[in-house]
């Protein structure tokens, strides 16, 4: 197994949560980074993402809310999510991309994590 998400939950409006995503070595250390999710009825949207050196890119809507890292010594990436909203409920992917360049393109992305739920209640 390539990646593996966890860390998914059911909260409250205004709650946090963190995710995590292990990797395999050679996945994780060359590759950037990123978490997509995908809401029922929706297509996978772009969440974050981080290159190998700790360059970040966020969408417009998690941004200020959502932290991306990546811990490049025990080969595991985060996302930590503050301030949740029914908004945010949707399977969060961790996924790899082949190369060392940041994407927001699905397409650009060579491995994916299994998801991981994440409902907000309000």
């Known amino acids: 197994v390539q990646l593996q998400a966890s860390g998914g939950g059911l909260v409250q409006t205004g709650s946090s949560l963190r995710l995590s995503c292990a990797a395999n070595?050679?996945?994780?250390?060359?590759?950037?980074m990123g978490w997509f999710r995908q809401a029922p009825g929706k297509e996978r949207e772009f969440v974050a993402a981080?290159?190998?050196?700790?360059?970040?890119d966020y969408a417009d809507s998690v941004k200020g809310r959502f932290t991306i890292s990546r811990d490049n010594t025990k080969d595991v990436l985060y996302l930590q999510m503050d301030s949740l909203t029914p908004e945010d409920t949707a399977v969060y992917y961790c996924?790899?991309?082949?190369?060392?360049?940041?994407?927001?393109?699905?397409?650009?992305?060579?491995?994916w994590g299994q998801g991981t739920q994440v409902t907000v209640s309000s």
């Open positions: 070595r050679r996945t994780f250390r060359n590759n950037a």
């Open positions: 981080i290159s190998r050196t700790y360059d970040t």
């Open positions: 996924a790899a991309v082949l190369g060392s360049l940041m994407s927001r393109r699905v397409s650009d992305y060579r491995y």
